[in-house]
């Protein structure tokens, strides 16, 4: 057996017990950064809020973003139903710095691509999809639960101007972002609509944008403006429209007329925000003048309402002082005759009073208001001086008809009732009443006239002309032209005779100069005469 070398004896070392390694250093750095992002992402998380919606149309979790002016201050992290299953919860988490727009009064609502008001927008939607849009709010108490708006809405609470309620009997054409305008104008839209709470008629809050807010005053008058105002009535037919746009989208348009407010106020005084104001259906409605205190007075008419429509003026001399309110036609059976009642209305504060000294005497009614002696005096007048209504055609193209008030001098006496509620006034015949029966008269006395005899003596005369047209043609045409033929051929010998170049026209002419020249002598003769007298007995001197 070979000897084998000696081999070096194993030594055992024992290792420290908290000897680390380097290879711990990577899962250490790894840790440390993600306990740092943590610890930063909760530092940065803002605030969680609840937005309900109605659908959850377009809205997805880890997806759908919430902007502000174009700005990502959040992210949608959860779509669930409500627990009554009517809406859409929509959970969210906005940025810290986004903490103050969460404000009470904010406002959420989803982007889509839409059409108001003549124009498109959120058309950027349709490649990038669809977000949450967010509109601060002027509230400083801050909330965490909102009720998003299903309309976007078209003023947000960036833009200058002010908004202001108006108040329709109906929508009509306007829609959100139906245009406003002042002078043709446009100076705002139409932020959004709902309907009365007792259903009577329709709310509507405007956006009027700076500066031009400041010309919508206490006594600014507005209308609507949609579409072409096409009006065929008793002063014949019109047209108006503010613009193009107006009649497709429709729109609101607002002056403010002359002494709107009365003596004394400033008409430039701005509205205040939010300030309430009356819808008119047109212009012309719009700045009527106030009609105040109204009285309403029957009227009955014996011949056709045709023509008569509700709110066709009351006339009195050009001015108007009411309206017809309604026509109707009545039986009295006692009578057997058909009445056609028209109720009208007059407003006395149309009809200016005029004071003695800026009081009413006695005799002229003291202490009675206005509108008490309009009264006294219209009944006055129609007792003693022949004050009726009556019909008139307003315009020949439509036929339409009017009340008008006028004195008759022909008018009879007539007793009015002032207790009977409403008052009756006395009516005369109309003009075109009074044309009809004329031209009935007429046609009544020519039907008794006896066209045939007279047709008959016509033909005799006819007749006798005639046979003196044949005679005159048969025995006087020849003699009157041979005298014409005569006269024809004296004419021309006297034209050859007085032509220029004829032997009679020179021997004339040379006489006519014999004459100058002894006219000439004559008067050489009596030039030297009237120097020289002698000279008939001497002779003529040197």
């Known amino acids: 057996m070979t000897d084998l070398p000696d081999i070096p004896e194993a030594r055992v070392k024992t290792r420290g017990r908290f000897r680390f390694d380097l290879i711990w250093l990577v899962p250490l750095i790894a840790a440390l950064i993600g306990g740092w992002l943590g610890v930063r992402a909760i530092l940065e998380r803002g605030p969680t809020v609840t937005i309900t919606f109605q659908t959850a149309e377009g809205l997805e979790a880890g997806k759908t973003y919430i902007s502000y002016k174009d700005v990502k201050v959040g992210l949608v992290k959860k779509v669930s139903l409500s627990e009554d299953r009517s809406r ?6 906005f940025t810290r710095e986004a903490a103050p727009m969460l404000v009470e009064d904010s406002r959420f609502w989803v982007v889509r691509p839409r059409f108001s008001g003549g124009q498109f927008s959120g058309l950027n939607t349709l ?31 960036s833009l200058p101007g002010r ?28 932020d959004s609509f709902e309907l009365e709470k007792d259903g009577s008629g329709v709310s509507l809050k405007i956006f009027v944008q700076a500066p031009y807010d400041r010309y919508v005053t206490p006594g600014s008058r507005f209308w609507n403006a949609s579409g072409v105002d096409l009006t065929m009535d008793s002063s014949g037919l019109r047209v108006q429209t503010q613009s193009l746009m107006s009649v497709m989208v429709g729109g609101v348009a ?3 007329p002359p002494g ?17 104001f009356l819808l008119h ?34 006339d009195f001399r050009g001015i108007v002082v009411g309206e017809v309110l309604a026509t109707g036609v009545e039986y009295e059976p006692g009578r057997e005759w058909f009445n056609f009642p028209v109720y009208v209305a007059l407003y006395p504060e149309r009809i200016r009073v005029v004071r003695q000294g800026g009081k009413a005497s006695r005799k002229s009614g003291a202490g009675l208001s206005d509108a008490q002696l309009v009264k006294r005096g219209l009944v006055t007048a129609m007792i003693e001086r022949g004050f009726r209504a009556q019909l008139r055609t307003g315009s020949l193209v439509t036929g339409q008809l009017y009340v008008a008030l006028d004195f008759f001098k022909d008018a009879k006496p007539v007793a009015i009732d002032t207790k009977q509620t409403p008052p009756e006034l006395p009516t005369v015949r109309g003009d075109l009443e009074d044309l009809q029966q004329s031209l009935k008269s007429i046609a009544k006395s020519l039907s008794g006239v006896k066209f045939d005899e007279i047709g008959a003596g016509v033909q ?34 006297a034209e050859r005779t007085l032509a220029t170049d004829s032997p009679v026209m020179s021997e004339v002419l040379n006489a006519a100069h014999e004459v100058s020249r002894a006219a000439q002598s004559l008067r050489s003769l009596a030039d030297l005469l009237d120097r020289q007298p002698e000279a008939l007995i001497k002779g003529k001197q040197p």
Do not use: C, W
Request: glycine letters at 8%.
């Open 460 to 493: 005799q005369t006819l007749a006798s002309v005639n046979q003196i047209l044949q005679h005159f043609d048969k025995e006087l045409a020849p003699e009157l032209k041979a005298s014409l033929h005569d006269l024809q051929r004296t004419l021309k010998a």
């Open 254 to 256: 607002f002056e403010t």
């Open 127 to 157: 490649l990038a999809g669809e977000h949450i849009e967010l509109d601060v709010g002027k509230s400083a108490t801050p909330s965490r639960q909102f009720t998003g708006l299903e309309v976007a809405p078209i003023v947000t609470s």
């Open 163 to 190: 908004a202001f309620m108006l108040r329709a009997p109906d929508l009509g054409s306007l829609d959100v972002g139906s245009p406003i305008f002042y002078r043709r104008l446009k100076v705002g839209q139409v």
């Open 88 to 93: 859409v919860e929509v959970t969210a988490e």
């Open 260 to 276: 709107a407010y009365g003596a004394g106020a400033d008409d430039s005084t701005p509205a205040k925000a939010n300030a309430t």
């Open 281 to 314: 259906g047109d212009r012309a409605a719009a700045m009527k003048a106030p009609d105040g205190e109204m009285q309403v007075y029957l009227l009955n008419f014996k011949e056709s309402l045709r023509g008569l429509s509700r709110g066709a003026p009351l």
